[in-house]
């Protein structure tokens, strides 16, 4: 996984309904929380690759939303709003510099890499609306070379899909009911055996906003009923901490972007 040590976090502008300028991070809290993520997460044996903040670029530690990586192939997004923009070219040049092929989808289609874009088995899940354009997905599709299951997503609380929705692996998923329409949680109905619906008080805690390895969730802490439930099947919960960066709107799994989740057939792998 590629993460990014928050050295130049803040909260400089607002771009969600969570960022609030004069709700000021905590810059030592904060790094002190992402470090206790990056061993949560080594601990488990996920190798993490790292990635210079940049100075201008106060959400760069949100690794998740750089784009998305398939085998060698990197497709770098075209973030919505100018404030992240500047992103764009670090994380490409981090990655042209590792061997990786970059493709790029076409302007002015807006869209926010593994934020919105999650694989699930043999499928792959995309949100849009807040900060992925419908027609951007026609592009993915394309360069995934298969169709995506697309799901409107309807609360801006919940403005990527990864805030709100964790495939678990073997038919289950994690999921905030209240940020799909009817349409989007018929969708996911038909493709879950197991939709766990987290509770609302829960979900506004980030509980969907887990990172998945094998029977391990990390997910903030202070999700008790969301814990629960994993345990019941069998999951162990991995609490972290992450509240300076719930600040921004984000927590654990926007702060990882995974570097081998996409593993298209006949794909020569990572460089
Ligand atoms: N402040 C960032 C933004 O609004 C947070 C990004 C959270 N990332 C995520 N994958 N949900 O863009």
Redesign the pocket.
Known sequence: MLMCEPVHYRIDYE??PW?RRSNRVHGTRALDQWRRLRVRIEELGVAVELIRQAPGAP?MT?T??AGVVLGGRFIPSNFRFPE?RPEEDHFIRWFRRRGYRIETIHLPHYWEGE?DVLPAGERVFAGHRYRTEFRALDHLEEALGGELVRLELASERFY?L??CFAPLGGGRALYAPAAFTSEGRARLAAHFDDLIAVEPEEALRFAC?ALVVDRHVVMNAGCPATAGALRERGYEPVESATDEFIK???SV??LALMLDAFAPRGDAGAP
């Open positions: 771009i969600n960022m959400d949100f998740a939303n992240r934020g990527h990864d805030t906003n921004a709107g984000g799994k926007c």
